[in-house]
């Protein structure tokens, strides 16, 4: 039996580098079962590498990834896809296979997992559309929906063999308002509704900590800070601050390093 | 004169790393090709795809190239009074050689380049890589039905190709030059060889085809997922397909005939 108190993902000591640059530095992360963490940092931190690394597709350098007290590094290409098949997850564009509609998109993990006629097929496709707004749209092809509806498509066909946890990645990237208000609520309703666990990686401060239990605050492969949105808005680490309010200086300086100004202006002619 | 050699180097060990991963990719389709069996509409969608679609381009070309073997061979054999000899220049050339050459060099620029751009769009668009997140192994689903179409399509376009090459010959020689038809068909049919000209043509468009899918879905799976990685693959596609079966056409030819 699984612990139930314990954390669904224990993530410790992590480390990864993708040539010579060190993505994750030795980091710890607990994700709490049946809450929304949010995993946000500036672009290049490396945030989508850490879903792909708890989904399994990459291997860490270093360090264990448990999810449900399974440890992910370890495990054989068979033994992953079992557990795959209780992870949802939702690509930053959707990822729905171009080549079928929306119903056959939503239908095609639970027809290639289960043996369910296809009457029952059916009925599970329409409960998941309706979920998400979207049981008109059924018999639209991908390239017909716009990009927030993609999403919430690509939403659907995460849930349809319903995992015990769900990741985003970046799912509020390029949408309008009303969209954008549409799947931070449908994140939180889902993740309540369904007794789902859900890692949201973003960098839209707003969105993200209006749904979230917990953030994680990633910077230079180090987690910097955590905590809930009020405790870290008010945390004393200056990085924290600047991320949380959006200051274009700080420990993240607004200058790409450059010799001094006064020197580089006089210096101007002499040499360039 | 260093860099030159370093850089020698470097692309020697880029091949043969290439070589590796496509190598390996083979085994896994391979691999995948049991429980495709089981799951046969999966590839007759694409044997209609990667064949079907190809057959207008193969038709037209198979006629013409009859029709100007048909002109050329008339040309030269009229001149040692040979003309009824046509029907097996144009037969044991088509059979042997032009169709499935031609046929493969037309399904490599047709079938390939589009097997290529399609999966590498996929894998550019994270498709693939949702697919692995579903638990659902991408190159059992998407590589190995492709592949196998390809291995059954490329035989038989070759063979419309001969056939209809065949019709295009007799078409220019008997209808417009005025070759004996009895002779053409009948010199045709006593001089080619089922065992030496026929099956050898087969086997040839067999390996043709298995070799283009095989490039063409490496490719479009290890190409890089952006619009310029994928174009490049694309265009390797057809090339390394092209110089692949006019080499092996030479081996094959010195090996079998």
């Given at each position: 039996?699984?612990d139930?108190?314990?954390?669904?993902?224990?993530?410790?000591n992590?480390?990864?580098a993708?040539?010579d640059?060190?993505?994750?530095d030795?980091?710890d992360?607990?994700?709490?079962?049946?809450?929304?963490?949010?995993?946000?940092g500036?672009?290049?931190?490396?945030k989508?590498?850490?879903l792909r690394?708890?989904g399994?597709?990459i291997?860490?350098?270093?360090g264990?990834?448990?999810?449900d007290g399974?440890?992910?590094?370890?495990l054989s290409r068979?033994?992953l896809f079992?557990?795959r098949?209780?992870?949802?997850?939702?690509?930053?564009?959707?990822?729905?296979?171009t080549?079928?509609n929306?119903?056959?998109?939503i239908?095609?993990p639970?027809?290639?997992h289960t043996?369910?006629?296809?009457?029952m097929?059916r009925?599970l496709v329409?409960?998941k559309l309706q979920?998400?707004?979207?049981?008109g749209a059924r018999?639209?092809?991908?390239?017909?929906?716009?990009g927030?509806?993609?999403?919430?498509?690509?939403m659907?066909?995460?849930?349809?063999?319903?995992?015990?946890?769900?990741?985003?990645?970046?799912?509020?990237?390029g949408?309008?308002?009303?969209?954008?208000g549409?799947l931070?609520?449908l994140?939180r309703?889902?993740?309540?509704?369904?007794?789902l666990?859900?890692?949201?990686?973003?960098?839209d401060?707003e969105?993200?900590?209006?749904i979230?239990?917990?953030?994680?605050?990633l910077?230079?492969g180090k987690?910097v800070?955590h905590?809930n949105?009020?405790t870290l808005r008010?945390?004393?680490?200056e990085?924290?601050?600047?991320f949380?309010?959006?200051?274009?200086?700080?420990?993240v300086?607004?200058?790409?390093p450059?010799p001094?100004?006064?020197?580089?202006l006089l210096?101007a002619?002499?040499?360039? | 004169?260093?860099?030159?050699i370093?850089?020698?180097?470097?692309?020697?060990?880029?091949f043969?790393?290439?070589l590796?991963r496509a190598?390996?990719?083979f085994?896994?389709?391979?691999?995948?090709?049991?429980?495709?069996?089981?799951r046969?509409p999966?590839v007759?969608?694409?044997?209609?795809s990667v064949?079907?679609?190809s057959l207008?381009?193969?038709?037209?070309?198979g006629?013409?190239?009859?029709m100007?073997?048909?002109?050329?061979?008339?040309?030269?054999?009229?001149?040692?009074?040979?003309e009824?000899?046509l029907g097996v220049?144009?037969?044991?050339?088509?059979?042997?050689?032009?169709?499935p050459?031609?046929?493969a060099l037309l399904?490599?620029?047709?079938?390939?380049?589009?097997?290529?751009a399609?999966?590498g769009?996929?894998k550019?668009?994270?498709?693939?890589?949702?697919?692995?997140?579903?638990?659902i192994?991408?190159i059992?689903?998407v590589?190995t039905?492709?592949?196998f179409?390809?291995?059954?399509?490329?035989?038989?376009?070759?063979?419309i190709f001969s056939?209809?090459?065949?019709l295009?010959?007799?078409?220019?020689g008997v209808?417009l030059?005025?070759?004996?038809?009895g002779?053409?068909?009948?010199?045709m049919?006593?001089?080619?060889?089922?065992?030496d000209?026929?099956m050898?043509?087969?086997?040839?468009?067999?390996v043709?085809?298995?070799?283009?899918?095989?490039?063409?879905v490496?490719?479009?799976?290890?190409?890089?997922?952006?619009?310029?990685?994928v174009?490049?693959?694309?265009?390797?596609?057809v090339v390394h397909?092209s110089?692949?079966?006019l080499g092996?056409?030479?081996?094959?030819?010195?090996?079998?005939?």
């Open positions: 039996m699984t139930l108190s314990a954390p669904l993902v224990e993530i410790r992590l480390s990864f993708r040539g640059r060190m993505i994750f030795g980091i992360m607990d994700i709490e079962r049946g809450k929304v963490t949010s995993i946000m500036p672009s290049g931190t490396g989508t590498t850490l690394l708890i399994g597709q291997k860490p350098l270093a264990t990834i448990k999810v399974i440890e992910v590094t370890q068979s033994a079992q557990l098949k209780r992870m949802g997850m939702l690509f930053q564009n959707g990822a729905l296979l080549d079928m929306v119903y056959d998109n239908a095609f639970i027809r290639e043996q369910l006629s296809e009457n097929i009925t329409t409960m979920v998400v707004g979207l049981r018999n639209l092809m991908p390239s017909e929906l716009s927030g509806m993609a999403r919430r498509v690509a659907a066909r995460a849930i349809a063999l319903d995992p015990m946890m769900m990741m985003y990645d970046e799912p509020f990237t949408q309008d308002p009303i969209s954008m549409v931070v609520r994140i309703e889902l993740n309540d509704a369904l007794g666990t859900s890692i949201v990686v973003s960098h401060i969105e993200a900590s209006s979230s239990d917990t953030i994680y605050l910077s230079g987690v800070a905590g949105a009020d008010e945390s004393g680490s990085w924290a601050q600047q949380m309010n959006g200051l274009p200086d700080g420990p300086p607004f200058h790409y450059a001094d100004y006064a020197e580089d210096s002619g002499a040499n360039k | 004169m260093l860099d030159f370093q850089q020698l180097g470097r692309s020697g060990f880029d043969f790393q290439r590796g190598s390996i990719l085994g896994h389709i391979l691999a995948g090709v049991p429980s495709m069996i089981l046969f999966l007759i969608q694409q044997l209609y064949g079907v679609l207008l381009i193969v038709l037209v070309s006629l013409f190239v009859g100007v073997l048909g002109l050329q061979g008339y040309n030269t054999l009229v001149d040692f009074g040979a009824e000899s220049m144009v037969s044991i050339s088509l059979v042997t050689e032009l169709g050459v031609v046929a399904f490599a620029g047709r079938a390939g380049s589009a097997l290529t399609e999966i769009l996929m550019a668009t994270e498709q693939l890589s949702a697919m692995e997140m579903m638990a192994d991408p059992r689903r590589l039905p492709r592949f179409a390809g291995f059954i399509s490329m035989p038989l376009l070759a063979a056939a209809i090459g065949i295009g010959g007799h078409l220019v209808a030059l005025g070759v004996d038809e002779a053409y068909w009948s010199q049919q006593a001089s080619v060889d089922f065992y000209d026929i050898n043509g087969v086997i040839k468009s067999i043709f085809g298995v070799v283009v899918t095989w490039i063409a490496f490719e479009g799976y290890d190409a890089i997922p952006t619009s310029e990685g174009s490049r693959a694309t265009t390797r596609t397909s110089l692949a079966i092996l056409d030479f081996i094959l030819t010195a090996i079998m005939f």
